[in-house]
T-cell receptor
Framework: DTGVSQNPRHKITKRGQNVTFRCDPI?????LYWYRQTLGQGPEFLTY????????KSRLLSDRFSAERPKGSFSTLEIQRTEQGDSAMYLC??????????FGSGTRLTVV | TQLLEQSPQFLSIQEGENLTVYCNSS?????LQWYRQEPGEGPVLLVT?????EVKKLKRLTFQFGDARKDSSLHITAAQPGDTGLYLC?????????FGAGTTVTVRA
């Protein structure tokens, strides 16, 4: 297992377009998290899954943001009708019952 | 709401010097993690501290957890350019990490 994988690494999109990011966690890990990081700040929690159940999503920034983990393996984060303020690094992490947190390299989103 | 403060915000030193960065909170941490993040990459876990007064060493890095578990520090001895990065502390809650804004460390060769 090579760690947490995120794709794409970079995404440039026009304002108003929809984007989807993918995260493949470490296979033994049952928890998967999404964070957002803007310049000069630490990562900000968005949502998390335990297996396929999304147990916390109140921190998703608006109803334009949604996340899925359909079979308890990979996850996707979708942003609809992107805005310039959505430009940020989107990080995925996984853990086993809250231990052994491992982050991916992130997806850098630029909305123009 | 737990207020988390990391200081200093920026630190630039010459190779071979020592440095210390701090993480302070208004609340008690149950446990605290330290991460290092390089530009364009995700954070990498350095250490988890759990017990008040705990000291952990990782090669040239020394981590201290305050007796009251409201503060922590990271000390780097004889810093090297490879230590350059954003150092983040994060108390661990029931299901998430809550990161501070971090300290950006630059080690000049």
């Amino acid at each position: 297992d090579t760690g947490v994988s995120q794709n794409p690494r970079h995404k440039i999109t026009k304002r108003g377009q929809n984007v989807t990011f993918r995260c493949d966690p470490i296979s033994e890990h049952n928890r998967l998290y999404w964070y957002r990081q803007t310049l000069g700040q630490g990562p900000e929690f968005l949502t998390y899954f335990q297996n396929e159940a999304q147990l916390e999503k109140s921190r998703l920034l608006s109803d334009r943001f949604s996340a899925e983990r359909p079979k308890g393996s990979f996850s996707t984060l979708e942003i609809q009708r992107t805005e310039q303020g959505d430009s940020a690094m989107y990080l995925c992490a996984s853990s086993l019952e809250g231990y052994g947190y491992t982050f991916g390299s992130g997806t850098r989103l630029t909305v123009v | 709401t737990q207020l988390l403060e990391q200081s200093p915000q920026f630190l630039s030193i010459q190779e071979g010097e020592n440095l210390t960065v701090y993480c302070n909170s208004s609340s008690v941490f149950s446990s605290l993690q330290w991460y290092r993040q390089e530009p364009g990459e995700g954070p990498v876990l350095l250490v988890t501290v759990v017990t008040g007064g705990e000291v952990k060493k990782l090669k040239r890095l020394t981590f201290q957890f305050g007796d009251a578990r409201k503060d922590s520090s990271l000390h780097i001895t004889a810093a090297q350019p490879g230590d350059t990065g954003l150092y983040l502390c994060a108390p661990q809650g029931d299901y998430k990490l809550s990161f501070g804004a971090g300290t950006t460390v630059t080690v000049r060769a």
